[in-house]
């Protein structure tokens, strides 16, 4: 959502409508990119609840702008298919019925050629709203349309590596590498007094509400580390064996342990005694210089426990982020998602955005591989379950 | 599995390799005809475990003759890729490890049209195995893998009705509605006397191993319908109550009865106060003259027990099969699918056909709208668990 | 539920009223003599649903009683307490709701005391009742309660043995070894021609509902074992790796096998190499002597299959049970439960006795050391689920 | 865990060890003046697995001190038997295999007598052990124990009152009404500014590991109301269609909202078109000027969004704590548990206690009418999941 004091200057950035017209295709040029090199069967499967298949995020994102958009604001709009909010409703309680999130793998129709003609249809009709006088409050729905679009970008890769990792045949997605940079494995100690700081978004950009207030915390003083935990390091644990030691784990973690008999990182296989991972270039034998990546909560709070060490507050993570490199992995932090002081949720349909998930889920903050461009800021609170472990995670340690 | 002891008779059967050729050009063709009329998403689908998804039924078969026929017969056979046996085994323990029966529909790979290939590559191998002096030993292997993919395309019109028919646009298959035909409702009692009779396949021609061996039964005397019951019928039993009244219910069914919250068969969906059916043409008001289909065994049971009557033994249906029409419905029986006296099991792979199933299903007799030309007889035993609901099936009463 | 022909011999075999009160506080007894070796707390749990607590037994026996008899039949009947209904309904959909039985053991009241009180104020109902004259349609009632109460004493042993013998303290029930007859092991075959066979409940005594109507079946020539099957032969069994061989098991019987991890019969325990069983008098080394108990359907199905041979029919085992010594196990058949030719259910409660049951279960034939004395005959249909081992179970081979 | 830090101030408050002792025999009484008034059927049911029977407390709290104290510290101790380690061990990984949670109720034996001759044989070995000088090291575990079987007596008030009060019967526990006092409504707002505030334990007494360390929070400023929310108040958020709302409630909330079907407090009954509840005193009409108890995080938490209002966060509660009345209800707060700054977790078995549950549970404060005497202190950080109700929990409001 929007946060409604800033509105304003929201549109004062975008401050013509031609301006946020390039910014709307362009970004919605870039899912169909992400798409393009999927077969049709790809588009359609979900192996598991938290997956969902990518033309149904093709199809969400559209009907995201044709529901809160085109349908309230712009006059004469006929809707593509009425049984589409159905099928493509996520989770708003307040816009009717939907098809369960177990049952989106589920749906063979529409089909592939019929998402994209959806989503001609609601860009020319948006092209079409755009290119006139906006409403004022339907400015700030279209930004968050935007950014809607580009958290489902970044899902679309997370949810193709899954299907296509767990896929017996290992098919890979293309050869651009992206998760394979090269980082540097010099830590330092970056310090910290304690005192009074402040977080949270400020300024004129766009912020979602959770973001939201600027407030001070009092921090104690901390050390964080500059680099992220290499896959290197996080052998040293396995070998250690910190996936039978139950002293540094959470309970719910060894829980998580036991009944998923994990050993390593989501993707990773021992083949020949040598680790392997897959990624979206296929499956290849693990660099020890790489960040570890695929890590849950769980996980990442063990390894910190078996260093003797801690994960870093979101607070502490935010007041340091100008001091490090950042935004190949989203990072764990050791703090739960809950709201900033002051918070409040809109009473429309965005009000269902953020706040309704503040509850048994932990805040990650950063960017990844897999982020779009002009997506990340470092007031930005991502937020998973702790025993999720698809998306492209990564360990800070702090002390 | 072949029965042995027709082995010899199975031969002259198919006397040439060039019957045998044209019977495996035909069945295979069908099975691609019946997929023909797919959307390329609607192979890949499995919205619930006893469904598979299309391309499987295309790739297991077409696995079964490579693995069952070319891999151990046909010199110089080079695997068309060894991940599929993987992918492409169902429940042959003996021939090693696959997927999981519910992750089937979480493979987006391999793509449609490598399961064509694959198709097309084991065609062109078997052509030219079928083209020679074939060993004796692996023409009841090629006869049996031909009634194999029989089977499979009644459960490929199984499966995409389901497939289309719990999606919620309700996508019709095509409009040749083979559903449809309309049925004398003018029943007729047909009476046999206790006595001796003889059940189970005899003769030359092929047969499943559960359809041996011909063996005698006392029967008492008994009363069997001409028709099936009919949708009206069943209306009937609906609107009096049928589904809220416990004492016509088996335990298990009642507590099926409970759990799904059922009305009405399955594909039935009352609409405005009338009841409509999704067939493979669409959704459309039940016709009353139709017979009623899609109900499980608890359902026909309970139907009966309504009517103060029961379901026919397979044995007393099968004595009195040839007194009236069948093979448009799969028609329920009270008797449990159990071993005919000396049945034996293969010691090969086929030996996992069919005697592993013998528990905890109900039998089935005739042939329904799905089965294939020439794939129907008197004395085959169809048989499913007592709740599933999917297939094309009926009630005919006894007494 | 009793045979409706039957019911004037019923009348006559308990021809004056004072018999009919002995054998009741006889039976009534009886059951309290088998909790009396209980401590308090064994009263009360339920360590599976299909266990219940013993006191929950005592309970339901006089429940059936006080609903079936009292108060239809005996005037002025004041109820002990109407919340009674509601704990101790075991599964009569006709007599209101009940609570489900897996919460069975959550319930601590009413205690144990005031079972024993509600047992002690229905017997001297009972007694005045018994002891004047009964009208004629509540006779078969109350013989009905009395074989329903000696069903629930054969279930006390089980549910008892369950309770203890699950406990890592392993308490003995006591050290009469009721299981540990020695028995011969020098089997032979019994011989029978193929024709017609006559089975099913005749005579004037009582049998239940499902034992009716003697009718003629068509047998094939048979052998069948003149001794059951020993724990030396059963370990026979294991030690060649019967529970490894997929080849023995009926599909559904390995999906348990691997599910539960079985390696045994229940109650069995490897204990520094030596294997040791749990039986009522405490845990003891295995004597290959005895015969072997607590195997389910899958495991005597695939010990028979290992041997080349198979289960007799419950026709079969009936034909020929004078040839052989039974009773201290119940014998698995190969026999589905299914109704005899002319079945027909009661239009009361009593209906709900056996008929609902006939799906997905077994058919057993003799008896068990748990069985009291006077309940068992050769006509007598017991009936379980093919993966339930926990009662007094064997296994007799035919061929 | 003790506070190492405090060790010295832990040792001067039992400055002796008569003091020590007497503390000792004073709490152990009261756990077994509690259970005084049950019959020996409810020391052993568990009706869902968050709830343990109470022979369990009973025994594991004895098992604390035989396993913690008097086998590691007193010279020449017998175990009492060494299989109720596998029985009373609740959930220390460290101190080997243990029944699992669930199958607390399934067992009968220890009989309760068992229990109470294992309690009277550890405090016999205690009480010389306390006689004696008791090595330094032993004290602070000693101290522990005992506020253990403190936290033990407040979880068999709410084990007790789950047992009884999900009997259908309605069993009473005791007629004392200490659930019933009567409160003010006459809220007032209490008003702090904003600022740094210290929370966390401080000075020479015993807390819990995650009581420390005492630290500096940044508090915007806030108001806290005086009162507990009271039944009248909730009954209007019912009447209002609260429970229908789902704007009021968080996405998990809503889901268990509709798993569970919830429409009221646990132990809410509505009756005869008045709403009842179930208190240790029995079945009653609800008073609407007692607060509100037995709801979850997700209740409190969709009532404080219902009024336009939060709950406070744990800092707020503590830091004003001192300005209103608590003691009676455990209050829910916004906060997840999580360490406080500096928290490390001991290298023993003790290190177990505490830090391991930090994930997915909300933080309560406060007390309750459960808590024993001398339990209670304002740094205390009480938590549970956020659906669990069976605690005797409340809701204070802060804006």
């Known amino acids: 959502m929007i946060n409604q004091r800033h509105e304003i200057d929201v549109t004062l950035e ?24 999927l ?14 298949p990518p033309k149904w995020h093709l199809g969400h994102t559209t009907w995201f702008f044709e529901t809160m ?29 939907r098809v369960i999130r177990t049952d989106r793998g589920n749906l063979s129709r529409p089909a592939v050629a019929d998402v994209y003609k959806y989503r001609k249809y609601v860009n020319a009709a948006m092209v079409k709203f755009l290119s006139t006088s906006i409403p004022s409050d339907a400015k700030p729905i279209v930004i968050l349309g935007l950014h809607h679009e580009q958290q489902h970008q970044e899902l679309l ?19 651009l590498g992206i998760e394979s940079d090269h980082f540097s494995n010099l830590n330092k100690w970056i310090h910290y007094e304690d005192g009074i ?31 992220l935990v290499t896959n290197g390091e996080y052998i040293e644990f396995i070998e250690a064996g910190g996936y039978d030691d139950f002293r540094h784990w959470l309970s719910e973690g060894w829980e998580w342990k036991k009944l998923t008999d994990a050993k390593a990182p989501l993707y990773w296989h021992q083949i020949e005694g040598k680790w392997h991972q897959y990624s979206l270039s296929g499956l290849n034998i693990v660099d020890p210089n790489q960040p570890v990546t695929h890590i849950n909560f769980f996980e ?32 764990w932090t050791q703090s739960a998602y809950l709201p900033y002081p002051g918070f409040v949720t809109a009473a429309d349909a965005t009000g269902e955005y953020n706040g309704k998930f503040m509850i048994n889920q932990m805040v990650l ?14 007031t930005y609170r991502n937020f998973f379950h702790p025993q999720l472990q698809w998306q492209f995670t990564g360990i800070r340690l702090a002390k």
């Open 300 to 331: 990442a709070q063990a390894f910190a426990s078996w260093k003797g060490m801690r994960l870093p507050s979101e607070s502490e993570w935010e007041v340091a982020s100008d001091k490090f490199i950042w935004g190949k992995r989203w990072e």
């Open 365 to 378: 903050r950063g960017a990844s591989v897999a982020t779009p461009e002009g997506h990340s800021r470092n």
């Open 197 to 227: 700081y402040e977080i949270g978004h400020h300024g004129d950009t766009f912020c979602f509400d959770n973001e939201c207030n600027r407030h001070k915390v009092f921090l104690n003083s901390f050390d964080i580390a500059s680099e």
């Open 157 to 175: 890769y997370s949810d193709i590596k899954y299907i296509l990792g767990n896929n017996p045949l290992f098919p890979k997605y293309d050869d």
């Open 14 to 37: 975008s401050e013509n409508s031609n301006n946020m017209l390039a910014e709307y295709l362009k970004i919605r040029k870039h899912s169909e990119l992400i798409c393009s090199k």
């Open 39 to 52: 077969e049709t069967e790809d588009y359609v499967v979900q192996p598991v609840e938290f997956v969902s």
């Open 69 to 97: 958009v085109l349908i309230p604001f712009a006059k004469g709009y006929d809707i593509f298919d009425p049984n589409y909010n159905f099928v493509f409703n996520s989770y708003y309680e307040s816009i009717g019925a």
